[in-house]
């Protein structure tokens, strides 16, 4: 003998009377091994004695039980070996073939009985970080979610007055339904009562079914739709609506298919498990309470606000209803709250999470090589004299703090990029943050204006308030590559890139627009590129080419007296002037080394008459007379 099927167990069986013949479709090789299960209501219990047996050896056979039945009940006929193993085997000797095959059988039985008592068990997946110890208190910490289940099923049970196997037998199978009895599927818990004429669905013997929903809930599976993809299921989902209340929609075996697109006006509670093409036949069905995605998962709709964290505990209305909570972020006197109290999705970290909201994305595992993006805002700013915020921090610094940032980006470059950016060249990499002109004109229609500053710095006047940055910009020593800020380095760190004819401007206070001053570069070849830097007590032009110096202004310790250049109208020379507090002050103009000071143009002409002379300083101080010639 083999044991050529994994079955150990037949049934139910419906019987007729107090006792029954019921045919065995698996192997016995003991009458021992076999339960008797008799399923009355909710009730299981085994039935011992008046039973006797046919085909024992073999995969056919019937078990006859010749009392202890009731019409109506449940009857399964289960295998169960004993795990023990009755054989006696001797070294060297002899073993009939038969014995050690029936041993092995056994064993194998043995198996497929543990195998159908475990696939009854509560198996946790592959993927569960749950113990089995956990995953039980679990389930003791909800005892009101089974004993409500247990109750209504008991009264389904009681207030029907026929139980079938499943809803295939009820369509299928032909009995006798009078009307105004109440029948259940076991399996699926459907309760229809049946009616004289119209109902929703109609048995394999003719009776007229109407779904009876509990406490307004009921399963579109009570309709028994295809739900193969290709039947049209269109008229149950008409139905459904006509049955309202609170609508399970179960996954179908393919696609639930329609003919026409379809409203559910019904309140609809998807399986989790079912992907929006197959529910909605790629939204041809539209129902507005939940949705799902592609990869399956509820989608809930939530029109009233959402609770995270302690805000579940700390908040209950908002700024309107006057009953804010009793979190720090409830109250103007205490907090931002403004923001708290208005928000729609609010999380507030507590024991439970040392940060209030966080969003992560791995690109990698996104599909078909999609840009990731962690956090996103959209905003349309369309009402008259509307404002709006993309994103607002509101920051609240106390006493005994440390440190307060409004938004930190933390950047760490892992890849083979090492790219700089400039005003002429774009290149891949790495920005901490990146203001986009005029926005995407693929969507929402194209700018229509110029975007009118990518960052300003401004005070916060509401309130009162007079307290204003300390600093508007600040690179610290080492943030920039190329130099560490110390007084041995002289490298260079580009903190601010500009293109040709982009300035720096200053602004007079008598006109709103009244551009003052600015500093520019006209240059248009690299290598005429110029440079500006400030040495110790010294200003310096060079050319940034070649290093070579082109000017520098140099101070002195105590000097007051300074050179002013001063430009002149048509017709008049520029000044070159010895400026300062002193009432008398040389101009000096010095060479190095044998050099001499020159000036002028040298010209040739036979006599001169002199009529005066021009008096300057020497070097050492003598004053020298220069002859005026006519």
């Known amino acids: 003998m083999t044991v050529e099927s994994t079955k150990n167990k037949s049934g139910p069986f419906v019987a007729t009377g107090s006792s029954g013949v019921f045919p065995r479709d698996f192997l016995l090789l003991d009458p021992a091994h076999l339960r008797v299960i008799r399923v009355r209501g909710f009730d299981e219990d085994e039935i011992t004695s008046g039973i006797t047996h046919t085909g024992v050896g073999s995969t056919d056979g019937t078990v006859a039980v010749a009392s ?33 095959e029936r041993d092995f059988d056994l064993a194998v039985m043995q198996i497929q009985d543990i195998a159908e008592r475990q696939s009854r068990a509560l198996t946790l997946p592959v993927s569960s970080e749950l113990t089995g110890e956990e995953a039980m208190q679990a389930a003791l910490d909800a005892p009101q979610y089974a004993l409500r289940a247990e109750q209504a099923a008991r009264e389904a049970q009681a207030a029907a007055s026929y139980t079938v196997a499943d809803l295939a037998d009820l369509l299928y199978v032909p009995r006798a339904l009078p009307i105004g009895s109440r029948v259940l599927t076991r399996a699926e818990r459907y309760s229809y009562d049946v009616v004289a004429s119209g109902g929703h669905l109609v048995s394999a013997s003719g009776a007229h079914l109407q779904i009876v929903p509990r406490g307004g809930q009921w399963s579109f599976g009570a309709l028994a739709p295809a739900g193969d993809g290709v039947t049209d299921d269109r008229p149950k989902f008409v139905i459904a609506n006509a049955i309202g209340g609170e609508m399970h929609l179960p996954a179908p075996a393919v696609r639930y298919a329609v003919s026409a697109p379809v409203a559910l006006t019904v309140a609809v509670n998807v399986d989790a498990r079912a992907p929006w093409v197959g529910l909605t036949d790629s939204g041809r069905i539209t129902f507005a309470t939940q949705r799902t995605t592609n990869l399956g998962g509820k989608v809930n709709r939530i029109p009233d606000r959402v609770f995270v964290g302690r805000a579940a505990q700390a908040f209950a209305g908002n700024s309107g209803s006057g009953d804010g909570g009793t979190s720090i972020f409830s ?16 999380v507030e970290a507590g024991s439970q999470g040392q940060y209030g909201s966080v969003d992560v994305v791995q690109t990698a595992i996104l599909p078909g090589g999609a840009a990731g993006i962690a956090h996103g805002a959209a905003v349309v700013n369309d009402r008259p004299g509307g404002r709006a915020w993309g994103y607002i921090a509101e920051i609240q610094h106390e006493p005994g703090a440390l440190n307060a940032n409004g938004v930190e980006w933390a950047i760490k470059n892992k890849s083979e990029q090492n790219t700089t950016y400039r005003p002429y060249q774009r290149v891949n990499g790495t920005f901490a943050s990146r203001a986009v ?5 693929t969507f929402g229609g194209a700018a229509t204006n110029p975007s009118t500053a990518a960052h300003i710095i401004i005070r916060n006047n509401e309130g009162g308030n007079t307290h204003a940055w300390n600093s508007g910009i600040v690179f610290t020593a080492d943030a920039l590559t190329g130099t560490d800020g110390s007084a041995a380095d002289n490298g260079l760190g580009e903190a601010m890139s500009l293109a040709r004819n982009h300035y720096i401007g200053w602004y007079a206070p008598d006109t709103p627009n009244g551009l003052a001053a600015i500093i520019t570069s006209r240059v248009t070849q690299t290598q005429n590129r110029m440079r500006q830097f400030f040495a110790d007590d010294a200003v310096v032009f060079d050319s ?8 520098r202004a140099q101070h002195v310790a105590n000097g007051v007296n300074y050179l002013q250049a001063t430009n002149g109208p048509t017709g008049s020379g520029a000044i070159l002037a010895a400026v300062g507090p002193d009432a008398n002050i040389n101009l000096r103009l010095q060479s190095k080394g044998t050099g001499r000071v020159q000036f002028g143009t040298v010209a040739t002409q036979g006599a001169y008459t002199i009529n005066g002379f021009i008096e300057v300083l020497s070097l050492q101080g003598e004053v020298v007379k220069l002859a005026r010639v006519a």
Request: aromatic fraction near 6%; hydrophobic fraction near 40%; proline fraction near 6%.
């Open 437 to 441: 002109a005029g926005g995407d004109a």
């Open 331 to 346: 109250t103007p006197a205490s907090s931002p709250a403004y923001l708290a109290v208005n928000a729609s999705h609010l």
């Open 544 to 551: 940034l080419a070649s290093g070579g110096a082109v000017f």
């Open 68 to 100: 202890g039945l009731a019409i109506g009940d449940q009857v399964y006929l289960l295998r169960a070996v004993p795990n023990l193993q009755r054989s006696d085997y001797n070294a060297q000797g002899r073993v009939p073939t038969d014995q050690a």
